[in-house]
């Protein structure tokens, strides 16, 4: 309960953060008669499903199956917050006159979709270290956010989703046991993952120093 009462300021800074995010898409929509950009706000809404099943967590105490059985429905979800950085790869649909714009949109969706992941992953961070001591929980969060560079790589490329775990669990898992098993045949797919996760840990990282220096 009190992990609640302490995010309070952050969620009112990160609901007026997504209005401003909401307002560019309405006048995007408004302006272009196009809703072309609109998947950005389910995609944002997955995004902020890790940080809820996280608040969920903290509320009071929980057994140790409730805990872990929340905790692989949150790694589950948790690639989502960063997956909307590549959206960005729509900008080559943009006309000259709407790019920078787009651009803005765009990056206003992925930062609160980042910003969203991080506070999760600080949350569970915590409630990790009541499980693990600190070195260990260091090294299983900058794991989690290798997954998450993984992870991004199913959605992006592969175009699998969270719910196809759930809808088509041997579809899934049969690509990633490929990738794992024959590593030097899928060199793309670890480039990715330690490209993308590399950049999530180092800026989560720097996140933590300066958090820590406070």
Excluded at 153 to 160: H, P, S
Aim: charged share 10%; glycine share 6%.
């Amino acid at each position: 309960m009190e992990t609640i009462y302490r995010q309070l300021p952050f969620i009112k800074g990160i609901v007026t953060s997504i209005g401003f995010g909401l307002a560019l898409l309405l006048i995007r929509i408004i302006k272009t008669d196009s809703v072309y950009y609109l998947f950005l706000v389910w995609n944002l809404f997955l995004a902020c499903v890790p940080y809820a099943i996280t608040l969920l967590l903290s509320f009071g105490k929980v057994n140790r199956f409730i805990f872990w059985s929340g905790f692989i429905i949150w790694l589950a979800f948790l690639p989502n917050s960063p997956y909307i950085l590549t959206d960005l790869q729509h900008i080559r649909l943009s006309t000259l006159q709407s790019v920078w714009f787009d651009v803005l949109l765009i990056l206003s969706f992925a930062i609160n979709g980042l910003i969203m992941g991080f506070a999760s992953l600080w949350i569970m961070q915590k409630l990790l270290c009541e499980r693990f001591s600190k070195k260990t929980t260091q090294i299983i969060t900058y794991l989690i956010l290798l997954l998450c560079g993984f992870g991004i790589y199913l959605g992006r490329v592969l175009r699998w989703n969270s719910w196809d775990i759930l809808q088509n669990p041997i579809g899934i898992l049969s690509d990633i046991l490929k990738r794992v098993l024959f590593p030097m045949q899928h060199i793309n797919t670890w480039a990715f993952t330690i490209g993308f996760g590399g950049f999530l840990i180092i800026t989560y990282r720097l996140i933590q120093y300066y958090h820590e220096q406070k």
